[in-house]
């Protein structure tokens, strides 16, 4: 498969558009997805994360990945977000996917360094991407359990996980969360352009649901090349899942999921131009 991953994050670095990065639990949500950024013109990545990868298998993800990607004339990247293993990353690898994250965050800084080598030194020679994590995404509404700054990234240790790894981007912890928030996020853009002074490498926001559209242009501005959002689209999928469900006995399962994947593709399209992602591809 004829593909250019490790530089469509570098290439929307320097014009100034991030990538959406979609999570995705299933079929309906993928092809939601797909439709979205075939529509718009836009490169998107699909996002499954550890949970989903083990529960379909990453055989079948890596097959519609490969699909997608052929598809969408090569503007659908195949994504593995927030493996904590260092195995997984590498059968991803295997399956064909085009990018794999290796999240050691909650590691000590070495231990961080060396898990993402290792994905590094694999992926690479399949001209797979490699995103690793420093600083704390915080988890599901976590924002406000924690005290102090101690999620935010620490610039000294993004310059030795990007130089010491040779990792292609980096997820920052700026203050974002995933899942929904019960009050604004408090995203600290002043760490962000530290960050992005001192690596030069492309910056990832984790938790982009709940974060105002003029944030997310502002953290595209100071470095972030590639935007995550994923809790928006399952909440409506449920949504409308339960409005089907309610309207009486259905005929069949595609009665229910067509109308679910058709509320979920506006969503797609409205954080593909908050990305400023749309005809770039
Ligand atoms: P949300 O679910 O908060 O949008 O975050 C998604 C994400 O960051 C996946 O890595």
């Known amino acids: 498969m004829e593909c250019d991953k490790p530089s469509i994050l570098t290439a929307a670095d320097r014009a100034g558009f991030a990538v959406p990065a979609f999570n995705y639990s299933d079929i309906w949500e993928l092809l939601s997805i797909a439709e979205a950024a075939i529509e718009e013109r836009a490169p998107v990545y699909i996002a499954a994360n550890m949970r989903v990868a083990e529960t379909i298998g990453l055989e079948y993800l890596g097959a519609m990945g490969r699909t997608a990607y052929d598809l969408s004339g090569g503007r659908i990247f195949n994504h593995l977000d927030h493996s904590s293993s260092v195995e997984l990353c590498k059968r991803a690898v295997d399956c064909g996917y085009l990018s794999v994250m290796i999240d050691a965050s909650m590691c000590p800084l ?18 797979v991407a490699v995103e690793a994590e420093i600083g704390r995404i915080l988890g599901r509404n976590a ?7 101690d999620y935010l990234v ?19 912890g700026i203050g974002t969360a995933h899942g929904f928030y019960r009050q ?17 490498i492309p910056l990832v926001l984790h938790g982009g649901t709940g974060v105002p559209a003029e944030t997310v242009r502002s953290c595209i501005r ?3 090349a590639k935007v995550n959002v994923g809790t928006q689209l399952h909440a409506v999928y449920l949504e409308e899942l ?28 409205d954080w593909i131009h908050i990305c400023g992602a749309e005809n770039r591809y």
Do not use: F, W
């Open 110 to 127: 070495e231990e961080n360094i060396e898990k993402t080598s290792a994905v590094v030194a694999y992926a690479h020679r399949y001209g």
């Open 143 to 149: 924002e406000g359990a924690y005290l102090g700054e």
């Open 154 to 172: 620490c610039v000294a240790d993004a310059v030795r996980l990007a130089r010491e790894t040779g990792v292609d981007s980096l997820a920052v």
């Open 184 to 200: 604004e996020p408090n995203v600290n853009l002043q760490r962000l352009r530290e960050v992005n002074d001192a690596v030069s």
């Open 222 to 224: 100071n470095g972030i």
């Open 242 to 269: 339960r409005r089907q469900l309610g309207g009486g006995p259905a005929c069949s399962v595609s009665d229910i999921m067509n109308p679910i994947k058709a509320a979920i593709r506006p969503v797609v399209k």
